[in-house]
């Protein structure tokens, strides 16, 4: 590896291209198997915010394009861009917690697991991302749909304030008062946001006592007439319950299953055992396969069944729509699909009100809520020989219910299938400003846009 110094003022490592161990390096920087043959000129590893300034600086002088890297867990592996500087964020990991005013400032690498478990100790709670080694730069940065987001909102939601680098490298404070139009970029902008966040001030929820979930598994023949029912029954579920329905492969039968799970984050168990009552009605014309009523768990036992859908060391592709149309006939459509996928690990998820059941925790920001419903697919296998095979049928499958989409979720969007996915991640208004904004802040052009 480089010695640091080839980047004035940068104390973490550095590595260019060419460099001793720069492969290494730069296939590490994603968590997903599957990744784009893409090579920056220069990885910087900030061991500090001091780092962030000075790296810009050269980036700016060298005449090199920035991307952002915090926990590597995007799916289309958006930090790796061809050129330019990977500015790798993932040791910036400091977490201060305001018990007081129910807030805390975190910085972008710290993981989503590691910050549920510190505010957990605190009695508070905020809502992570569904996977625990998710880091919070890139996970707010793209609205952030994670646990309990029907009653708490999508995470960006609950960030009160940024601080951020700038491509000229000037340090800045946004919230709504200053510099509110970054502020507004910032949650949302995802991938394309232009600037360097290093902080993050969040405003932080009462931590619930108990969780606990229903779940179903049963046979597709339920799909639609199941759906239905539980689009209909949400409005008997209160808003910290949050469901979810999951298309996947019974590894015993071969058969793709369908899966109906509440989870509800309350005071008590008893309380949560009411959230879920409703839930306890589901018909079925044929007995499902296995249920679970209002059964206790835990934040920990959440993330480790989440791993399990999602294990380390396999190859992912993912996509997702924003759709007006019933979850019964998207999750019919992708049911049929997932039926001819190449690898029984690939699923389907289609959360019901992903983002919030409270429309005044939506306020104004580039993130939105594109449709009634949002579903997403993923393609999920270890043989490198099927890379092909396995993104074939990812597109295809999203084909099959494309025309009745309404956007994508920045997130989780496919943005290398299409230039299209990057601005039908927005409103037209929303897309015309976060350029009218680009233009504002990095006229020049120092950091990457969407891939």
Request: hydrophobic fraction near 45%; glycine fraction near 10%; charged fraction near 20%.
């Amino acid at each position: 590896m480089s010695d640091p110094s080839r980047v004035p003022g940068v104390e973490g490592p550095v590595v260019r291209r060419g460099d001793a161990g720069y492969e290494d390096v730069r296939t590490g920087l994603l968590w997903n198997g599957y990744q784009p043959q893409r090579r920056p000129d220069v990885i910087v590893r900030a061991a500090s915010v001091r780092d962030v300034p000075a790296a810009i600086a050269t980036a700016r002088a060298e005449g090199l394009r920035v991307a952002v890297r915090t926990g590597g867990h995007s799916w289309c592996g958006a930090p790796l861009r061809d050129g330019g500087m990977l500015l790798d964020l993932s040791a910036l990991r400091r977490c201060v917690v305001d018990p007081a005013r129910a807030t805390a400032t975190v910085e972008p690498g710290l993981s989503s697991g590691e910050f549920t478990r510190v505010l957990a100790r605190a009695g508070l709670a905020f809502p992570t991302g569904h996977g625990a080694a998710v880091a919070l730069g890139g996970y707010l940065l793209g609205g952030g749909l994670g646990w309990n987001s029907g009653a708490w909102g999508p995470a960006c939601a609950s960030v009160r304030a940024i601080e951020a680098v700038t491509a000229d490298g000037e340090v800045v404070r946004c919230d709504e008062r200053e510099n509110a139009d970054l502020f507004w970029a910032a949650r949302g902008a995802g991938p394309g946001f232009f600037a360097a966040v290093t902080a993050f001030r969040l405003a932080l929820w009462p931590g619930p006592a108990a969780v606990a979930t229903t779940s179903y598994v049963c046979h597709l023949g339920e799909v639609e007439s199941l759906a239905d029912w539980v689009t209909e029954a949400a409005g008997d579920l209160p808003a910290n319950v949050e469901v979810a329905f999951t298309l996947s492969t019974d590894p015993g039968s071969g058969e793709v299953v369908l899966s109906l799970s509440g989870t509800a984050f309350a005071g008590s168990h008893d309380e949560a055992a009411r959230a879920l009552a409703p839930l306890a009605a589901a018909p079925f014309t044929t007995a499902p396969l296995r249920r679970a009523v209002a059964e206790p768990t835990s934040m920990k036992a959440l993330y480790t069944r989440i791993a399990a859908l999602w294990p380390d060391g396999h190859r992912y592709a993912a996509d997702t729509i924003w759709s007006h149309a019933d979850p019964g006939t998207l999750l019919t459509r992708l049911g049929d699909a997932l039926g001819r996928a190449p690898s029984a690990k690939s699923l389907v998820l289609a959360p019901l009100a992903p983002a919030s059941r409270n429309p005044g925790l939506l306020g104004d920001m580039a993130f939105s809520v594109l449709g009634d419903a949002k579903v997403s697919a993923y393609a999920i296998w270890d043989d490198p020989s099927r890379d092909e095979a396995n993104v074939r049928w990812l597109r295809e499958a999203m084909a099959s219910v494309a025309p009745l989409g309404t956007g994508h979720y920045i997130a989780e969007a496919d943005l290398s299938a299409d230039d299209s996915h990057a601005r039908r991640s927005y409103t037209p208004s929303d897309w015309a400003r976060l350029g009218a904004l680009r233009e504002k802040y990095d006229p020049d052009g120092l950091f990457h846009s969407f891939p």
